[in-house]
């Protein structure tokens, strides 16, 4: 059986004839010593015909065609006129050698051409690739070279092209910087509190809040210079006259240490400091629910934008959240949990990041387990649509 090549190359189509066949008797290995001898390989594999790409526009499109298996008018032409007519109904006397499985099916589902896509196809595809320019004479020394640079950039290029409002990668740094926020400002307002509270202790029993804390802290500085005529001013940072009354009085009566003027200022800045992280943190929270109205609308209107975001961050990227199953997604955040669970073949668990959504925090503690697995399979089609929909 006649065994005919098709080599993709930057610059056009090229087929070749594979002689000898049955003396070689397929034997890879032979193909393989005789690849780096051009001697050899030339007697053994001969161009039927080579068929060039009319502009660089033309190659990217063939190359992208390619890569993804579909077979182009131009190829089909180029195969239905250069190789043997396939009759109906009748074995094939040939078949043609194809790199990729995928391109090889499409070939032969549509032109009924039998393909072969194998160990050794590859390795004479390879001695073709190694000696191309020899192959076609018209080739001008490092024509080739300039058409795979070229047609290399363009494919790159092409590949790496998306839709900026939709980039997953921006919600999954968001939502570690989220995260790694959320922490810092906990301890260092835990610091402020501490710091400060040398100098007025009472205050922490007045004001809870972290940043309202760092505010009224920067505000009052050195507590014996706090008077009167400081309440409006305090009742606007606390909201609340009484609360700021209150602050007043217990600043008047306070047992904290006086602390020097270069130790208020270090507090001052601090303070500073932490109200500067939550006024970003905010904004940062902002941006985050406008990416993921963008990028992942039906999912967090279904779950959140922060639980939406984690599960695209642990996933990956959408597209591995969406190819998830809901019963994978489920558990998304508990692999621990899990995988120990197994181990001591104890109970798996119900829930993982999805856990922190409202749904499942007013189920009650019996329904709980089946409320996140109706919310996985829901998020689960909902990541499908928003990462596959083209709307």
């Given at each position: 059986?006649?065994?005919?090549?098709?080599?993709?190359?930057?610059?056009?189509?090229?087929?070749?004839?594979?002689?000898?066949?049955?003396?070689?008797?397929?034997?890879?290995?032979a193909v393989r010593n005789s690849?780096?001898?051009?001697?050899?390989?030339?007697?053994?594999?001969?161009?039927?015909?080579?068929?060039?790409?009319?502009?660089?526009?033309?190659?990217?499109?063939?190359?992208?065609?390619?890569?993804?298996?579909l077979l182009t008018d131009e190829l089909r032409t180029v195969l239905e006129t250069n190789l043997p007519k396939v009759k109906e109904g009748k074995k094939s006397k040939f078949s043609l050698g194809v790199s990729d499985p995928k391109i090889g099916s499409q070939i032969a589902e549509v032109t009924k051409i039998p393909c072969q896509s194998?160990?050794?196809?590859?390795?004479?595809?390879?001695?073709?690739?190694?000696?191309?320019?020899?192959?076609?004479?018209?080739?001008?020394?490092?024509?080739?070279?300039?058409?795979q640079l070229g047609l290399g950039h363009s494919y790159s290029r092409a590949k790496v092209k998306f839709n900026v409002n939709r980039v997953d990668n921006m919600v999954i740094q968001a939502i570690f910087l989220l995260d790694t926020l959320d922490k810092d400002i906990n301890s260092f307002s835990m610091r402020v509190r501490e710091w400060y509270s040398w100098h007025f202790p009472e205050l922490v029993k007045i004001?809870?809040?972290?940043?309202?804390?760092?505010?009224?802290?920067?505000?009052?500085?050195?507590?014996?210079?706090?008077?009167e005529d400081k309440i409006?001013?305090?009742?606007?940072?606390?909201?609340?006259?009484?609360?700021?009354?209150?602050?007043?009085?217990?600043?008047?009566?306070?047992?904290?240490?006086?602390l020097s003027p270069v130790d208020l200022i270090n507090?001052?800045?601090?303070?500073?400091?932490?109200?500067?992280l939550s006024e970003y943190r905010r904004k940062l929270y902002d941006y985050l629910v406008a990416k993921m109205n963008d990028i992942?609308?039906?999912?967090?209107?279904?779950?959140?934008?922060?639980?939406?975001?984690?599960?695209i961050s642990h996933a990956g990227s959408l597209t591995n959240l969406a190819k998830c199953p809901s019963s994978t997604l489920q558990i998304l955040g508990a692999e621990k949990a899990l995988f120990r669970a197994l181990k001591t073949r104890g109970n798996t668990p119900k829930y993982g990041l999805i856990f922190h959504s409202s749904f499942i925090g007013r189920a009650s503690s019996k329904n709980k387990g089946r409320m996140a697995r109706y919310l996985a399979n829901k998020c689960s089609i909902a990541s499908r649509i928003d990462c596959f929909s083209g709307v």
């Amino acid at each position: 059986m006649a065994l005919f090549l098709l080599y993709e190359s930057a610059s056009g189509y090229a087929l070749l004839e594979a002689h000898g066949i049955d003396e070689i008797g397929q034997n890879t290995e032979a193909v393989r010593n005789s690849v780096s001898d051009l001697n050899r390989f030339g007697k053994v594999v001969k161009l039927r015909s080579f068929n060039p790409f009319t502009s660089a526009l033309d190659a990217l499109k063939q190359c992208n065609a390619i890569s993804e298996g579909l077979l182009t008018d131009e190829l089909r032409t180029v195969l239905e006129t250069n190789l043997p007519k396939v009759k109906e109904g009748k074995k094939s006397k040939f078949s043609l050698g194809v790199s990729d499985p995928k391109i090889g099916s499409q070939i032969a589902e549509v032109t009924k051409i039998p393909c072969q896509s194998n160990e050794f196809v590859s390795e004479l595809l390879r001695g073709v690739r190694l000696h191309f320019d020899k192959f076609v004479g018209d080739l001008k020394t490092g024509d080739l070279e300039k058409a795979q640079l070229g047609l290399g950039h363009s494919y790159s290029r092409a590949k790496v092209k998306f839709n900026v409002n939709r980039v997953d990668n921006m919600v999954i740094q968001a939502i570690f910087l989220l995260d790694t926020l959320d922490k810092d400002i906990n301890s260092f307002s835990m610091r402020v509190r501490e710091w400060y509270s040398w100098h007025f202790p009472e205050l922490v029993k007045i004001v809870n809040d972290n940043y309202l804390y760092a505010k009224v802290a920067k505000f009052i500085e050195d507590k014996a210079k706090l008077a009167e005529d400081k309440i409006p001013e305090l009742t606007d940072i606390v909201g609340d006259e009484d609360k700021a009354k209150e602050i007043v009085e217990a600043a008047k009566a306070s047992m904290g240490q006086d602390l020097s003027p270069v130790d208020l200022i270090n507090v001052h800045q601090f303070a500073q400091r932490v109200m500067d992280l939550s006024e970003y943190r905010r904004k940062l929270y902002d941006y985050l629910v406008a990416k993921m109205n963008d990028i992942a609308p039906n999912l967090a209107s279904l779950i959140g934008e922060v639980v939406g975001a984690r599960l695209i961050s642990h996933a990956g990227s959408l597209t591995n959240l969406a190819k998830c199953p809901s019963s994978t997604l489920q558990i998304l955040g508990a692999e621990k949990a899990l995988f120990r669970a197994l181990k001591t073949r104890g109970n798996t668990p119900k829930y993982g990041l999805i856990f922190h959504s409202s749904f499942i925090g007013r189920a009650s503690s019996k329904n709980k387990g089946r409320m996140a697995r109706y919310l996985a399979n829901k998020c689960s089609i909902a990541s499908r649509i928003d990462c596959f929909s083209g709307v």
